[in-house]
């Protein structure tokens, strides 16, 4: 019932601070009808998969892309699409290598963008001592339930509502991941609030960072650096200015994170890979 509230409230405030009024006083009953129903779809498992009450990959015999594939999630090597194989992002190799220490501690995770919880149900197993927050702005997408995975709303593009649900926390993630919007305005507003959110030691991962190079909508910005440029630019100890990122967060990015490592998975649309994926450490 929290965490229903929780998201309820932010889907009308968020309604409300764009000026949306009639979709706020439609969402007002409709957004509750749709809880109600997942409730009871909760409780008796229509179209949701059980992850507490399925056994497969519990031993963590498998490797992170076999799970990833295992849940046709694209942050694996490779997924399937209408019985086609499609080359994914291959993140895997990188997932592993960086998480590999953490496998199996009791550690908290919070991916922004967890859509129908492919990627979480994937940690769930990866992570077996593990709790799960997935936040998307759709909560009504996720198809997957377990004690160990909490549901809430997020919009991205709301440096309000990304502040509401940090501030709703109560506990340091000790990793954190955007898979969200891809945007770029969104992903530095995003890193600017939730790395401070993130525990000491934590990593923040930022997936897709350079897929506007095909989808040219997710950087509209004139003379606006990129986060590669940023990142790159806090790798060298040389100053940033951005628009979406304000002095205090910027010094307390720059005094906080203590490495960065930028990889390059598999991904090519239009001839142009976008599967840059950055690793960022917390002090």
């Known amino acids: 019932m929290q965490s229903f509230w ?24 409709g957004t509750l009808y749709k809880f109600i129903i997942k409730y009871f779809k909760y409780k ?3 179209n949701l998969k059980d992850l507490d009450s399925n ?9 992170l892309d076999e799970i990833f594939t295992n849940f046709n999630c694209d942050k694996g090597s490779h997924f399937y699409f209408e019985k086609k194989k499609i080359l994914s992002h291959n993140y895997s190799i990188f997932y592993e290598k960086y998480f590999k220490k953490l496998k199996n ?13 492919k990627g979480l149900a994937s940690f769930y197993h990866y992570f077996p001592n593990s709790k799960l927050i997935g936040a998307n702005i759709n909560p009504f997408q996720m198809r997957f339930t377990s004690k160990r995975i909490t549901e809430l709303f997020v919009d991205v593009s709301s440096k309000k509502i990304l502040t ?13 991941i955007d898979d969200a919007s891809h945007n770029l305005r969104d992903m ?11 525990k000491n030691k934590g990593i923040y991962v930022i997936e897709d960072m350079d897929q506007f190079k095909v989808f040219k909508e997710l950087n509209p910005y004139e003379n606006e ?24 967060s910027k010094r307390y990015l720059i005094n906080n994170i203590s490495e ?13 890979n976008v599967s840059d994926i950055a690793f960022i450490f917390k002090k």
């Open 6 to 29: 929780f998201s309820y409230q932010n889907i009308l405030k968020n309604e409300i601070s764009k000026k949306n009024y009639f979709t706020f006083f439609r969402k007002i009953f």
């Open 44 to 46: 008796l498992l229509i």
């Open 55 to 63: 056994d497969i990959n519990k031993s963590s015999d498998l490797s």
């Open 105 to 117: 501690k009791k550690i908290n995770l919070l991916e922004l963008g967890s859509h129908e919880g």
């Open 164 to 176: 509401s649900l940090s501030n709703y926390l109560n506990y340091e993630p000790d990793i954190i």
């Open 188 to 198: 530095l507003i995003a890193f600017s609030v939730f790395f401070k959110k993130l």
């Open 225 to 248: 650096p990129t986060v590669i440029e940023i990142l790159n630019n806090i790798k060298n100890d040389k100053d940033f200015n951005t628009s979406f990122i304000d002095d205090e």
């Open 260 to 272: 960065i490592k930028i990889e390059r998975g598999s991904m090519v649309i239009q001839e142009k």
